[in-house]
């Protein structure tokens, strides 16, 4: 199966999910969107009140934020892949539950990660981070990047953070210039034949830490 045909078929399935209790509350899910073959992958928290009503993520202040980071190392929301953790907006914006984030990484997130094989995923805030870098801090860690089974991970503060801190937004701003570089750095490292983002015990461990 193609990546693009893997990718349809997560977002039907995603469309009709039951499988944790935030299918109650959605209105629409967001499975995520972009092109198949993306060098870069974006994976925010969950959807809020924009993106829920028009079933595509980051389309709120936040995602209108996120053009405009891109655009500032000349690249377009078209060119990369942006999705986030889990696929339904929790209620009333509240965090996922570590059981909802479990379900949702297992039976969608992994998949689009294996379809896409990224070189360089851009995990947005502490709950995509903490799937690749369970023990880290985003404060300290912030616009590093870390090889996690032979890909190439960039912890960065979500855009919304930005705009509720404002002190914020010079940093994110300075973490996403050095994304034509990170791009770079990508494709310098040797990568392993089949890479998994997370798997197994080691996976259940890191969920469990939210």
Known sequence: ???????????????????????HSRKRAVPGEGPP??????????????????????????????????????????QVFITN???????????????????????YLER???????????????YSMGLFLPNAKISEVHGQSFWVKGRLIVPMYHPAAGLHQLSLKPEIERDFLRLPELLEKSKQAPRESSPSSFEGEKSAKQLSLF
């Open 85 to 107: 953790v889990v696929k339904c907006r929790p209620p009333s914006n509240r965090d996922p539950k570590p059981e909802e984030v479990e379900v949702c990484t297992k039976n």
């Open 37 to 78: 073959n993306a060098e870069i992958m974006f994976i925010g928290e969950g959807p809020g009140f924009h993106e829920n009503e028009q079933g595509r993520p980051f389309v709120g202040a936040a995602g209108k934020f996120l053009d405009e980071l891109l655009a500032k190392v000349g690249m377009r929301r078209e």
């Open 1 to 23: 199966m193609s990546a693009k045909d893997e990718l349809e078929r997560i977002a039907k399935e995603v469309a009709q999910c039951r499988l944790c209790e935030l299918h």
């Open 112 to 126: 689009q990660i294996q379809a896409i094989n990224p070189k360089v995923i851009i995990t947005l805030g502490r």
